[in-house]
């Protein structure tokens, strides 16, 4: 073999291997990404963002190696909604998944009418214009919903249970939060019910919190009920600790508030929400449509009691209150 037959053979053979991975790398399809949009901040809900990446991962997506998740947290700022969503369509997410309420959802809609959306809500989707209905929401949206209004009657019976000598009750409430109204109109008729009397205070910002507290004693509220509202998700060790302050017994929405301190809270469980919205978001990546994906209903409650908490606040927690609940912490 002449000398220069012999070195063009080598270099084939030791190129070959090279170019072949090359190919298939090139042939590999791209890692689909998932836009996450939420109206709180990463601190304060990370235990929920590792359900939903638990539900991509129950589904077949692990973060980081077929799937990829673009973050992007309001902070509390619901003004900035309509930027986050915008820059999301402009990364050409192949679904939005979003959390906090229902302004993520309508912010992500009015950016686009093709990109799936799937939502995480505590009103009525479909009062709140969110999806045509529940078995088929139509269009490019679909998701989660717990029907937080729902609860605040069962809250105030189980706070008034536990705190009897409570005949005026405030309800604290974020007035950007557009389900807010109905949610009040909710809480007014069960306190009839009951013979109490309800005080609402309003709060958007931390100082407003801490305005809250002191109108909350110059009213002489025995008792206080926080509505679900991602802003004091993102308030939750503020909240406890002013309640705790003031001496004012708290029921709060999530177990969340009852760990940092706080003395009870009702509500569904938000882990299993957010669970839920990685499965639809899974479902879409691998081609179902919204339109063909009824809204998902919660419905496990979840009523947790504080007796440290109750014991600092000098009430005394029943044998059949503690019974009823799913979790006690001592």
Same mark, same amino acid.
């Given at each position: 073999?002449?000398?220069?037959?012999?070195?063009?053979?080598?270099?084939? *053979?030791?190129?070959?291997?090279?170019?072949?991975? +090359? /190919? %298939? #790398? $090139?042939?590999?399809?791209?890692? !689909?990404?998932?836009?996450?949009?939420?109206?709180?901040?990463?601190?304060?809900?990370?235990?929920?963002?590792?359900?939903?990446?638990?539900?991509?991962?129950?589904?077949?997506?692990?973060?980081?190696?077929?799937?990829?998740?673009?973050?992007?947290?309001?902070?509390?700022?619901?003004?900035?909604?309509?930027?986050?969503?915008?820059?999301?369509?402009?990364?050409?997410?192949?679904?939005? *998944?979003?959390?906090?309420?229902?302004?993520?959802? +309508? /912010? %992500? #809609? $009015?950016?686009?009418?093709?990109? !799936?959306?799937?939502?995480?809500?505590?009103?009525?989707?479909?009062?709140?214009?969110?999806?045509?209905?529940?078995?088929?929401?139509?269009?490019?949206?679909?998701?989660?919903?717990?029907?937080?209004?729902?609860?605040?009657?069962?809250?105030?019976?189980?706070?008034?249970?536990?705190?009897?000598?409570?005949?005026?009750?405030?309800?604290?409430?974020?007035?950007?939060?557009?389900?807010?109204?109905?949610?009040?109109?909710?809480?007014?008729?069960?306190?009839?019910?009951?013979?109490?009397?309800?005080?609402?205070?309003?709060?958007?910002?931390?100082?407003?919190?801490?305005?809250?507290?002191?109108?909350?004693?110059?009213?002489?509220?025995?008792?206080?009920?926080?509505?679900?509202?991602?802003?004091?998700?993102?308030?939750?060790?503020?909240?406890?600790?002013?309640?705790?302050?003031?001496?004012?017994?708290?029921?709060?929405?999530?177990?969340?508030?009852?760990?940092?301190?706080?003395?009870?809270?009702?509500?569904?469980?938000?882990?299993?929400?957010?669970?839920?919205?990685?499965?639809?978001?899974?479902?879409?990546?691998?081609?179902?449509?919204?339109?063909?994906?009824?809204?998902?209903?919660?419905?496990?409650?979840?009523?947790?009691?504080?007796?440290?908490?109750?014991?600092?606040?000098?009430?005394?927690?029943?044998?059949?209150?503690?019974?009823?609940?799913?979790?006690?912490?001592?």
């Amino acid at each position: 073999m002449k000398r220069r037959e012999f070195i063009t053979l080598l270099g084939g *053979a030791s190129a070959a291997p090279i170019l072949r991975p +090359l /190919a %298939a #790398r $090139a042939q590999q399809p791209a890692m !689909p990404v998932i836009g996450f949009m939420h109206s709180g901040s990463a601190d304060a809900f990370a235990p929920q963002v590792s359900a939903f990446q638990q539900g991509l991962k129950d589904s077949g997506y692990v973060e980081g190696q077929n799937v990829a998740i673009e973050y992007r947290w309001a902070d509390g700022r619901s003004d900035r909604l309509a930027t986050l969503a915008a820059d999301l369509v402009r990364r050409q997410v192949a679904v939005i *998944a979003a959390f906090g309420g229902n302004n993520p959802t +309508l /912010a %992500a #809609r $009015a950016a686009t009418g093709s990109i !799936p959306i799937v939502f995480n809500t505590g009103a009525d989707p479909v009062r709140s214009g969110l999806v045509s209905s529940l078995s088929r929401p139509g269009g490019n949206v679909t998701g989660v919903s717990f029907l937080v209004e729902e609860l605040g009657a069962k809250t105030l019976g189980l706070l008034h249970e536990l705190v009897p000598k409570a005949t005026t009750i405030g309800v604290l409430v974020n007035p950007g939060n557009p389900e807010v109204e109905r949610e009040v109109t909710t809480m007014q008729e069960a306190t009839r019910t009951l013979g109490l009397q309800l005080q609402v205070v309003r709060a958007s910002t931390t100082n407003e919190i801490g305005n809250a507290f002191r109108v909350l004693i110059e009213r002489g509220v025995g008792a206080l009920i926080v509505i679900a509202d991602p802003f004091f998700g993102n308030r939750s060790a503020q909240l406890v600790e002013l309640a705790a302050r003031h001496r004012i017994p708290t029921a709060y929405y999530r177990r969340e508030f009852v760990e940092a301190g706080g003395l009870m809270s009702y509500g569904t469980s938000a882990n299993e929400a957010y669970h839920q919205v990685g499965d639809y978001v899974a479902r879409i990546l691998k081609g179902a449509k919204p339109a063909d994906l009824p809204v998902f209903q919660v419905v496990k409650f979840q009523f947790v009691i504080n007796l440290k908490a109750a014991k600092a606040l000098g009430l005394d927690v029943s044998p059949e209150l503690s019974a009823r609940a799913n979790d006690v912490i001592e």
